[in-house]
């Protein structure tokens, strides 16, 4: 098992990265967050690695941070999760934002990952909410739910939506003040 890799970046492509250690070029899959947290080209780095051995290939992903790398490794589990689905799933929505749509059983925050339907999501949150620390509930249910809903409600686009709920995964409180924090984040891009 490779569990990390400590070389010099010599590639950056879109959904990969080679690192160079030991006189040797390990092509590793990252997520976009992963890809961001790297040092530019020709400088050095330290990957935690998870390697994938198939029938016909051997792949190694990489991971910015243990807790990316443990959820990696979760998502997997999930019956039609794989890597590459886990790996989309991890570059659209933060650690933390992936944390909180589980335990908040908000499967419609998991739905913006291209790939991922609402049979997926839902999945992902029954399967994982308990491995998370959290009780299971239907999904869906939570007030950022609730806020996402009533977002699309006024017309919002997914993508929209998503962008008014950046960074209110970790906010709590009434659904009411959720809801006017992103619609005042919506008006401030319009």
């Known amino acids: 098992m490779i ?6 970046v010599a590639e950056r492509m879109g959904d990969r990265v080679v ?20 040092p ?8 935690l690695t998870q390697l994938q051995v198939r029938d016909d ?13 443990d959820l990696f490794l979760l998502l997997l589990g999930v019956t039609g999760v794989g890597p590459k689905v886990a790996l989309a799933i991890l570059s659209v929505l933060s650690t933390e934002a992936l944390r909180r749509a589980i335990l908040d059983g908000d499967a419609d925050a998991i739905t913006i990952v291209p790939g991922v339907g ?17 009780a299971v509930e239907l ?9 996402r809903d009533a977002l699309a409600g006024l017309g919002l686009s997914p993508q929209e939506i998503h962008e008014a709920l950046g960074g209110l995964e970790e906010a709590e409180g009434p659904v009411e003040d959720l809801l006017r924090s992103a619609l005042q984040r919506v008006g401030a891009r319009a």
């Open 139 to 147: 999904p869906g249910a939570g007030p950022m739910a609730e806020v």
């Open 3 to 8: 569990a990390f890799l400590d070389g010099l």
């Open 57 to 69: 290939a051997m792949t190694l992903y990489g991971f910015a941070t243990a807790g990316e790398r």
């Open 118 to 134: 609402k049979k997926v999501a839902a999945r992902v949150v029954l399967d994982l909410r308990d491995k998370l620390g959290g």
């Open 19 to 38: 690192i160079a250690a030991g006189g040797i070029g390990y092509e590793v899959l990252v997520s976009t967050t992963t890809l961001a947290a790297l």
């Open 40 to 47: 530019a080209t020709g400088r050095k780095a330290r990957l």
